[in-house]
């Protein structure tokens, strides 16, 4: 069978894809893990907390390096500057949403 080869040759893409589905099969799986513990008459201890927050820190994280890659390190030219400018400005909003809900979440845990 013949294919095209991939056109992105970039070096981190296959770490941050792995990086990504890795970091997103512990965010899953300790989402699971804390809703069986959340059943029982003793609330989530905050640690445990940790695992979801940093799993999905690092499901974002590379998902903007992906995008990264495929939206300002694939345009050249006098594009670059504006796309390094859009890029700015989405990856500052997903990490503020992020910001956000994580602290909200630690917020509302009961003392």
Do not use: C
Not at 59 to 72: A, H, K, P, Q, T
């Amino acid at each position: 069978m013949t294919g095209k080869p991939s056109q992105n040759k970039h070096p981190w893409r296959k770490p941050l894809l792995v990086t990504e589905f890795v970091s997103l099969a512990v965010l899953v799986g300790s989402m699971a893990l804390l809703g069986r513990q959340g059943r029982d008459t003793d609330p989530v201890q905050p640690f445990w907390l940790l695992i979801p927050a940093v799993a999905s820190l690092a499901v974002f994280l590379s998902f903007l390096g992906l995008m990264y890659i495929r939206w300002v390190a694939a345009a050249g030219g006098t594009a670059a500057g504006r796309q390094k400018f859009l890029f700015s400005l989405l990856a500052l909003t997903l990490l503020g949403v992020w910001a956000y809900a994580i602290a909200q979440t630690w917020q509302s845990l009961p003392v």
